[in-house]
């Protein structure tokens, strides 16, 4: 079935680091591609989304790319910020998937003055 | 002005009891869902519904029934609580169903089963 793979975190930066947090995905057919974002006691926030190969999403200075040759839609930041850390969740929907949101295992962001 | 709300925030109860959660959704979407967020922040959908319609239900056990009285709620009752279901429930809700189409989470429903 269908899956999504991300890094294990924590992921520890410095203020104004570069950030990539890895995602990988198996899917049959062509599905969506989403990053989520679930701050401290918060729901889930829609960061940035991709319907398509080679589309790019952006949102608040984060990107990814639909890249399907490597089926992967890894997530950047040039600069983050301490208001950045939170868990962030790459998911896809559709492909063989139907409906749902299948998410990853999340990512836990950290970062210091 | 809230999209997707749901209540309560916080639930704790016993084994063996029964509870709802509600959720709501002010967004005029078609389609609803109910997803469960383990300790370990793993999240795994429950259930879908699309116009009050049940779509998905992924191997949930039968004490967990949603029901949807209109399109705008989802709400789910769980009977004979027991110690794993302890989690936090998120409700979403999209405008449709459809693969491109964003799902909108409510703030979730942290339930403790002692």
């Known amino acids: 079935g269908d899956s999504v793979t991300q890094m294990e975190g924590p992921v520890t930066l410095s203020e104004e680091a570069f950030l990539t947090i890895n995602c990988t995905y198996t899917a049959t057919g062509y599905p969506s591609l989403f990053w989520y974002v679930q701050y401290p006691g918060e729901g889930l926030q829609l960061l940035l989304k991709a319907t398509k190969a080679d589309d790019k999403g952006s949102n608040k200075g984060f990107e990814a790319t639909y890249r399907k040759e490597t089926t992967s839609f890894h997530l950047e930041k040039g600069s983050v910020q301490v208001s950045d850390s939170a868990v962030y969740f790459c998911a896809l929907r559709g492909g063989g998937s139907t409906d749902k949101l299948i998410f990853g295992t999340g990512t836990r962001l950290q970062v210091f003055p | 002005d809230t999209a997707v709300s749901q209540t309560p925030k916080y639930l704790v109860t016993q084994m063996g009891n029964d509870k709802s959660i509600k959720c709501e959704q002010n967004l005029g979407h078609d389609t609803m869902y109910w997803y469960k967020q383990d300790s370990k922040k793993f999240l795994k959908i429950m259930f879908s519904?699309?116009?009050?319609?049940?779509?998905i239900n992924e191997t949930v056990p039968n004490r967990f029934s949603p029901k949807s009285p209109d399109k705008a709620h989802l709400n789910l009752h769980i009977n004979s609580l027991e110690l794993g279901d302890s989690a936090v429930y998120f409700c979403a809700s999209s405008q449709a169903q459809g693969q491109s189409y964003e799902q909108y989470f409510g703030p979730g429903t942290r339930l403790t089963v002692t």
């Open positions: 519904y699309n116009n009050k319609e049940l779509i």
